[in-house]
């Protein structure tokens, strides 16, 4: 995909976003309860404008993404990041790849994130050889980063271990209070939302990914399953550097999640204010999942959405996509909003896997 004529694009609409929140009663950022209709935006006097153009697209995004952080907590911008100070805990060679145990600081020098990092075999050229990359975020799984890893748990989710041998360098953390990685969610410790603590983490590995002198830091893609694929589309929403994503068993209309029982979002892990203060109704929730796919475009994304996914209703899938898909066609790349409805459960066996990682092999290319 040639992205020369809206490059400029997705940089401003996701620069714009972050510093979107609603200020005053007085001053509010609108609020919309047509989260599928995405044709028109809402002026400075609260006028219905129909969205024509890129920059009018940017106001509606700046909407979409102050009612977000409402709900998940301010996104950090801290003028100056912590130090990552990424520590190599150990080495193994897997075939012709090698993996390593890492760890990095994110928001603080008093804990580590844990992580496995697979790259090319040091031999040759491996050194100056500039890879893509791929963040790889797991499932709801107690082993957190292991599976992607390949060191257990479903052998389907083994996609770190899969993309690594195809030639890309691939990161697989854990999600905060998985794995290695101990956390109290408790509002107190500096975040609003266990998904917003999980998009910083994430934005910090992408830090990370670029500081590597193997990773061509402009090819970075992202994926997950299940819990990972929502943390992979959350994690795009707020960072522009992610060129490409994949979602597998990740999300659907709230009002088609468990038919609108939003309970399974409102742990400490996920948002608590969904309850607290929405009250589980989709109805309340001030963004919806329609409006993240759009927030993507011109990147390419692929919705990866079983049939017989019992955790996330296929046709709320259909409904994000048929929405967004204009959102693409305004800006310029119809072509890179993509979705895979195969006949399984929630999962992710070898033909749907093959789907997702010749996406990437499309658009980012592992060398």
């Known amino acids: 995909m040639n992205y020369k004529g809206v490059q400029f694009v997705i940089v401003v609409l996701c620069i714009w976003g972050l510093d979107a929140l609603p200020t005053s009663a007085a001053d509010p950022v609108p609020k919309y309860g047509e989260h599928q ?131 890309y360098v691939t990161l697989a953390p854990d999600y905060p209070s998985f794995g290695d990685y101990p956390y109290d969610f408790a509002p107190q410790n500096g975040y609003t939302s266990g998904s917003m603590k999980a998009i910083y983490d994430n934005i910090r590995a992408v830090d990370l990914l670029q500081s590597l002198p193997f990773v061509d830091g402009n090819r970075i893609g992202c994926i997950g399953h299940s819990l990972g694929g929502h943390n992979t589309m959350f994690t795009a929403f707020f960072e522009p550097r992610i060129k490409c994503l994949v979602s597998n068993c990740g999300f659907t209309r709230f009002h088609k999640y468990y038919n609108g029982a939003l309970k399974g979002w409102t742990s400490a892990r996920y948002m608590p204010l969904i309850d607290s203060r929405h009250h589980n109704n989709p109805d309340e929730v001030p963004f919806d999942f329609p409006e993240i796919v759009a927030a993507f475009a011109p990147r390419p994304f692929l ?45 992710f066996p070898e033909a749907v896997r093959d789907v997702a990682y010749k996406f990437f092999d499309k658009h980012l290319g592992a060398k």
Not at 53 to 79: F, N, S, Y
Not at 110 to 121: G, N, Q, S
């Open 303 to 347: 919705a990866s959405s079983p049939v017989g996914d019992s955790n996330f209703e296929v046709s709320g899938v259909k409904d994000s996509i048929a929405s967004a898909r204009p959102i693409y066609e305004l800006l310029g790349a119809p072509d890179a909003l993509q979705a895979n409805y195969p006949e399984c459960a929630h999962d």
């Open 37 to 167: 209709d995405l044709s028109y935006y809402y002026d400075g006097n609260s006028k219905k404008q129909p969205i024509k153009t890129p920059a009018d697209w940017a106001k509606r995004r700046e909407h979409i993404a102050a009612w977000m952080q409402t709900v998940m907590g301010p996104l950090p911008k801290p003028e100056k990041p912590v130090p990552l100070e990424m520590q190599i805990e150990e080495e193994i060679k897997v075939g012709s790849l090698l993996r390593q145990r890492i760890s990095y600081h994110t928001d603080s020098m008093d804990r580590r994130v844990k992580a496995f990092l697979f790259r090319p075999a040091l031999s040759g050229n491996s050194e100056t050889t500039k890879h893509a990359a791929i963040l790889c975020l797991h499932q709801t799984t107690n082993i957190g980063k292991s599976e992607p890893a390949g060191l257990g748990g479903n052998p389907n989710l083994h996609y770190a271990l899969h993309l690594a041998q195809r030639g």
